[in-house]
């Protein structure tokens, strides 16, 4: 599975768009884009993923590039609820999930 | 949506002895489950996956005497960590997958163990 890399930490001001880049630039073409989030002690929750197109649900938009070298999550309206670290993940046909580091976003009030 | 679930979700054993966690998928058929283990201001590590009616695989490192993993039916896996340790003391989550790389993997509550 590709290797992710994502800055160790981020802030962001309460309503305000929170922009979470990701680097996976030796993503292969048959590798899905996953994005979670862990609140402290708690297990991840699944937030969006993807392909090749962007994506977006209820909860945040996944922009991926063209080249599918990097993406960002975005949270259009951060409330202090999404405090968390934000996971994000290349999966393979190997099934199995291999988390980085992660960031850490905190949205200041 | 699909809810993974995890029990107990905190559980403390004295040293030697072990201890059974289980992940069950509540409203889907999971052909895959994985465990992970996250030790404080830590990432998940993945430990081992485990298929529905075949040995798990297991991550290198993760020492598969120890820890028994079980899949007997397509809605639990079982997590047995054998004669425990303090140093096993630590998070311990599971997920469940349908299997196809495009599908959603959820993740439980997580356990916490701690052995006195």
């Known amino acids: 599975d590709a290797k992710t890399t994502q800055p160790t930490s981020m802030d962001c001001a309460e309503g305000r768009a929170a922009n979470l880049p990701c680097n996976h630039s030796t993503i292969s073409g048959n590798e899905y884009v996953y994005w979670y989030r862990q609140i402290h002690s708690q297990g991840p929750q699944y937030i969006i993923h993807g392909l090749k197109n962007n994506e977006t649900n209820e909860m945040a938009s996944l922009i991926i590039t063209e080249d599918r070298k990097s993406s960002t999550l975005i949270l259009p309206h951060a409330t202090l609820r999404d405090t968390a670290v934000y996971y994000c993940?290349?999966?393979?046909?190997?099934?199995?999930?291999?988390f980085g580091t992660g960031t850490s976003l905190t949205v200041i009030p | 949506g699909a809810v993974v679930s995890q029990h107990p979700s905190r559980v403390i054993c004295k040293s030697g002895t072990s201890v059974k966690i289980e992940c069950r998928s509540l409203?889907?058929?999971?052909?895959?489950m994985f465990w992970y283990r996250q030790f404080p201001k830590q990432s998940l590590m993945l430990m081992a996956t485990s298929n529905e009616g075949s040995k798990a695989t297991y991550e290198q490192g993760v020492e598969k005497d120890k820890f028994l993993i079980n899949h007997a039916s397509l809605t639990l896996s079982t997590l047995t960590v054998t004669s425990a340790h303090p140093e096993d003391s630590s998070f311990y989550i599971c997920?469940?997958?349908?299997?196809?790389?495009?599908?959603?993997?959820?993740f439980g509550e997580g356990s916490w163990l701690t052995v006195v």
């Open positions: 409203d889907f058929q999971a052909t895959t």
């Open positions: 993940i290349a999966r393979g046909t190997g099934n199995q999930f291999y």
């Open positions: 997920s469940a997958s349908l299997g196809a790389s495009g599908n959603t993997i959820y």
